[in-house]
């Protein structure tokens, strides 16, 4: 599987965001993960292979909201409110389960990357 993502951007805190994941091959469970200068990657949020059912992590629970697609192919990662903590680079992995979790050395691959960037 191929994964790009796309979307990112400078914003100001308190703007919106939408980042999406364009996935090539078999349909996975997917997450978004984030990296920022210095710091490891951190999970954000993951989805389901069929979509059904989203887990996020906590500083971002009723700000971002994941989606996907299965007719196109796509995961959406839309971000509400951003704050300057939520910068980094971010990106889509794709999961071999049915909820793709916290933890990044179970991912299969990822895409290369979008950056995120959040002024004050």
């Known amino acids: 599987v191929q994964l790009v993502e796309s979307g990112g951007g400078l914003v100001q805190a308190g703007d919106s965001l939408s980042l999406s994941c364009a996935a090539s091959?078999?349909?996975?469970?997917m997450g978004w993960f984030r990296q920022a200068p210095g710091k490891e990657r951190e999970f954000v949020a993951g989805?389901?292979?069929?979509?059904?059912?989203?887990d996020y992590t906590d500083s971002v629970k009723g700000r971002f909201s994941c989606s996907r697609d299965l007719a196109e192919n796509m995961v959406y990662l839309v971000m509400n409110n951003l704050k300057p903590e939520d910068a980094g680079v971010y990106y889509c992995?794709?999961?071999?389960?049915?909820?793709?979790?916290?933890?990044?050395?179970?991912?299969?691959?990822w895409g290369q990357g979008t950056r995120v960037t959040v002024s004050s």
């Open positions: 992995g794709a999961f071999p389960g049915l909820v793709a979790g916290p933890d990044p050395s179970q991912y299969l691959t």
């Open positions: 091959g078999r349909t996975y469970a």
């Open positions: 989805i389901s292979w069929n979509g059904n059912k989203t």
